[in-house]
């Protein structure tokens, strides 16, 4: 069963920075492109960054709020994705979401992962 793993959630002083890992298991497929999205309570989810097909830096995009803070990488070899967020700010409290999309030969998988709170405090 494919299962998307995260982790580094927690609770951070305002300044302060998290690194939040996502883990792709069950799955021998690529991956085609992956990333990090943000939801809070009765609102959308929003990108925080995706590494699209390439991965080279033209091929990254982040949500406008991110202004440099965060840095989204990858590591293929373990199927993982890392989003490492300095600067943090109170408005960044919510819960994140790691985002995979695994190509298999008929056609495209996006999976979800269950979320990391992250916690920003003044």
Known sequence: QVQLVESGGGSVQAGGSLRLSCVLSGSDFPINSMGWY????????DLVAHIFSGGGDHNIKYGDFVKGRFTISRDTAKNAVYLQMNALQV???????CRMIVSHPIQDYVHWGEG????VYS
């Open 91 to 97: 408005e960044d409290t919510t819960a994140y979401y």
């Open 38 to 45: 943000r939801q809070g309570p009765g609102s959308q989810r």
């Open 116 to 119: 990391q709170q992250v916690t």
